[in-house]
Antibody, heavy 114, light 107 residues
Framework: QVHLVESGGGVVQPGRSLRLSCAAS????????MHWVRQAPGKGLEWVAI????????YYADSVKGRFTISRDNSKNTLYLQMNGLRVDDTAVYYC?????????WGRGTLVTV | EIVMTQSPATLSVSPGERATLSCRVS??????LAWYQQKPGQAPRLLIY???TRATNIPARFSGSGSGTEFTLTISSLQSEDFAVYYC?????????FGQGTKVEIK
């Protein structure tokens, strides 16, 4: 079955960088667009970024544009989120999710504390 | 950016009763709307997509309706496992946006 596992979260000081990974299995990774969605403690869901199935296109939320970069390595079935210039309000659980439109599969998330 | 407004913020319902959740959208999104359920400490789970299509393995007591700018999620007879937070999301425009959530709690 579909399995998404995020990693790379942790505690980081403001202004520093962190790279998150999402390992995918159980499906043909290189045929699906992938997203990052985050959730601040006690708050709702916030969409962060998307990357097309082949990496040809990306979109970002205004709150992270210019600071975060989404990428993927289809040979490793892995999605990434490079986060630079981290701010206190980037503190959240970061989820990877599958699908161009609706997100039919989600990982369990990784916590980033700034 | 499309704004998603969910109401009510909290819905108190007794087990076995019907729950009706609303999602109002600031622009026309046709039927490009999904509903998710989230329980504490868990990832969201897709319930409904295309405004009214149940996702895989979602019980028939969950139904979605609406199009354009007004959408509804109905849970016909609440079970104990349905008490959770529910989010709507539009996927018609960039950036994707979520509603702020409706918490369904036990009355």
């Amino acid at each position: 079955q579909v399995h998404l596992v995020e990693s790379g979260g942790g505690v980081v000081q403001p202004g520093r960088s962190l790279r998150l990974s999402c390992a995918a299995s159980g499906f043909t990774f290189n045929t699906y667009a992938m997203h990052w969605v985050r959730q601040a403690p006690g708050k709702g869901l916030e969409w962060v970024a998307i990357i097309w199935y082949d990496g040809s296109n990306t979109y970002y939320a205004d709150s992270v544009k210019g600071r975060f970069t989404i990428s993927r390595d289809n040979s490793k079935n892995t999605l990434y989120l490079q986060m630079n210039g981290l701010r206190v309000d980037d503190t959240a659980v970061y989820y990877c999710a599958r699908g161009l439109g609706q997100h039919d599969s989600w990982g369990r998330g990784t916590l980033v504390t700034v | 950016e499309i704004v998603m407004t969910q109401s009510p913020a909290t819905l108190s319902v007794s087990p076995g009763e019907r729950a009706t959740l609303s999602c109002r959208v600031s622009q026309i999104i046709y039927n490009n709307l999904a509903w998710y359920q989230q329980k504490p400490g868990q990832a969201p789970r897709l319930l409904i997509y295309g405004a009214s299509t149940r996702a895989t393995n979602i019980p028939a007591r969950f139904s979605g309706s609406g199009s354009g700018t007004e959408f509804t999620l109905t849970i016909s007879s609440l079970q104990s496992e349905d008490f959770a937070v529910y989010y709507c999301q539009q996927y018609n425009n960039w950036p994707r946006t979520f509603g702020q959530g409706t918490k369904v709690e036990i009355k």
